[in-house]
């Protein structure tokens, strides 16, 4: 039974598009993660979700929109897809009040034509 | 924002050698975990260790939180360990901060 499941697992589609990935967890857990991994591999955090509120947005740009339906949501919308935001994407869930472990999807490699 | 440094970048091994893998950061922290990003990408949960000892198979890891350093022991290597293993931590900002900043990994090979 998997604990944090992200759909899809690859994602190919052409600059300018519009795109989305999902995540749900069964942990229930109150917090939630988007990471992205780039072509070196160096994982940064972009978002974090507590209780549905978000926490922190990393600086990153207005095209990615995170939305929480519930505590056990947590999907990544992205507009307007551009080359540099091929990577992988992590979505991750702990228990809420920081501090606590986090656990991680699969990821969904994003490439961009 | 805090910093995470993992040494060796690289490392190659013969299966059946013990190797020692170093984490350090620097400010104090409240989570340290430690990640095995196998061949398929997966990130694989190994330890949450902030401070302390703990053992799992051939895998232990300690924290000396006091001195800003961690280390991961992998005992009797197998081609299996193959991957990048990855530090993270998650800083006492006296706040909400919730998120790990990661250091940039260790890539070891294990060759049968």
């Known amino acids: 039974d998997t604990a944090v499941s992200q759909t899809p697992k690859y994602l190919v589609t052409q600059m300018g598009n519009d795109k989305s990935i999902k995540c749900e967890q069964n942990?229930?857990?109150?917090?939630m993660y988007w990471y992205k991994q780039d072509s070196k591999k160096f994982l940064k955090i972009m978002f974090s979700?507590?209780?549905?509120?978000?926490?922190i947005n990393e600086t990153v740009p207005n095209r990615f929109s995170p939305k929480s339906p519930d505590k056990a949501h947590l999907n990544l919308h992205i507009n307007s897809l551009e080359l540099g935001d091929s990577a992988v994407y992590f979505c991750?869930?702990?228990?809420?009040?920081?501090?606590?472990?986090?656990?991680f999807g699969d990821g969904t490699r994003l490439s961009i034509l | 924002g805090i910093q995470v440094e993992q040494s060796p970048p690289d490392l190659i091994l013969q299966e059946g050698a013990n190797s020692t893998l170093r984490c350090n950061f620097s400010?104090?922290?409240?989570?340290l975990q430690w990640f095995h990003q196998n061949p398929w990408g997966q990130l694989i949960n190994l330890f949450y260790?902030?401070?302390g000892t703990k053992q799992n198979g051939r895998l232990s890891a300690t924290t000396v939180a006091t001195e800003r350093y961690s280390l991961l022991y992998i005992s009797s290597s197998q081609t299996t360990d193959s991957g990048v293993y990855f530090c993270?931590?998650?800083?006492?900002?006296?706040?909400?901060?919730?998120?790990?900043?990661f250091g940039k990994g260790t890539l070891l090979t294990v060759n049968p």
């Open positions: 991750a869930s702990s228990q809420s009040g920081g501090f606590q472990p986090q656990h």
């Open positions: 942990l229930g857990h109150d917090t």
């Open positions: 979700y507590n209780n549905k509120e978000l926490i």
């Open positions: 400010d104090s922290v409240n989570n």
């Open positions: 260790i902030p401070s």
């Open positions: 993270a931590v998650e800083r006492n900002s006296g706040g909400s901060n919730y998120k790990l900043t």
